[in-house]
């Protein structure tokens, strides 16, 4: 059973334009949803996250806008550039209530943003 | 890659022979994690520790075990490797606490079972 659906599994965007990926959960329970960056060879990074007390977060030019009710979540690159390009991975868990605090991972929607 | 340091790197083994992977942190964090990643799967939990010699089971666990007998070293093996676990292993680590819920994680190993 997946509980993190990540769409699309690629995406390629013009430098300036927007990416926007979405992810989609089962979970009621989760309350907290993070989005990591990874570059090739590398460990995935904490890029945003957001809790469903809020339906968007922005930093820079990185948005997640959340839908509590449709359980959905999503990640917005304004202007984005060739430096964006990466692997980006959603996930969620429940981070309330004495858990362990594990991590559900996305399968990840590798972006690629051409000059 | 916030005091997290994998070992081997890189490592190339044989169907059958145990393999353990190593994860040193000097963040003296509480949980540490290893994951593994695969193309159509993402990063997929294998086994986590909320503290010194206490370890639980991921989503993925069949095949491996771990230990961990100090704060700052966390040990995946393979009893017997098979091909399909080549992958490329990933231990992360967190605070606890206020700031639980993020993940800090290495560079990974990259293993291949011939």
């Known amino acids: 059973q997946q509980q993190v659906k990540q769409s699309p599994q690629s995406l390629i965007v013009q430098k300036g334009g927007i990416s926007i990926i979405n992810c989609a959960y089962e979970?009621?329970?989760?309350?907290?949803f993070p989005w990591y960056q990874q570059f090739p060879g590398k460990g995935p990074a904490l890029l945003i996250a957001?809790?469903?007390?809020?339906s968007e977060k922005k930093e820079g030019r990185f948005t997640i806008s959340f839908n509590k009710s449709a359980k959905q979540f999503s990640l917005h690159i304004m202007d984005s550039q060739p430096g964006d390009s990466a692997t980006y991975f959603c996930?969620?868990?429940?981070?309330?209530?004495?858990?362990?605090?594990?991590?559900?991972f996305g399968k990840g929607t590798l972006l690629t943003v051409n000059p | 890659d916030a005091g997290i340091t994998q070992s081997p790197r890189h490592k190339v083994t044989e169907t059958g022979t145990p393999v353990t992977l190593r994860c040193h942190q000097t963040?003296?964090?509480?949980?540490m994690y290893w994951y593994r990643q695969d193309p159509g799967h993402g990063l997929r939990l294998i086994h986590y520790?909320?503290?010194?010699?206490?370890?639980d089971k991921g989503e993925v666990s069949d095949g491996y075990s771990v230990s961990r007998s100090k704060t700052e070293d966390f040990l995946l093996t393979l009893e017997s490797a098979t091909s399909s676990q080549t992958s490329v292993y990933f231990c992360?680590?967190?605070?606890?606490?206020?700031?639980?819920?993020?993940?800090?994680f290495g560079s990974g190993t990259q293993l291949s079972v011939l």
């Open positions: 963040e003296n964090h509480r949980y």
């Open positions: 957001i809790r469903p007390d809020v």
């Open positions: 992360a680590i967190s605070e606890g606490g206020p700031r639980r819920e993020k993940l800090f």
């Open positions: 996930a969620a868990t429940r981070a309330s209530g004495g858990s362990n605090y594990k991590l559900t």
């Open positions: 520790s909320y503290g010194v010699k206490d370890t």
């Open positions: 979970n009621t329970a989760f309350d907290y």
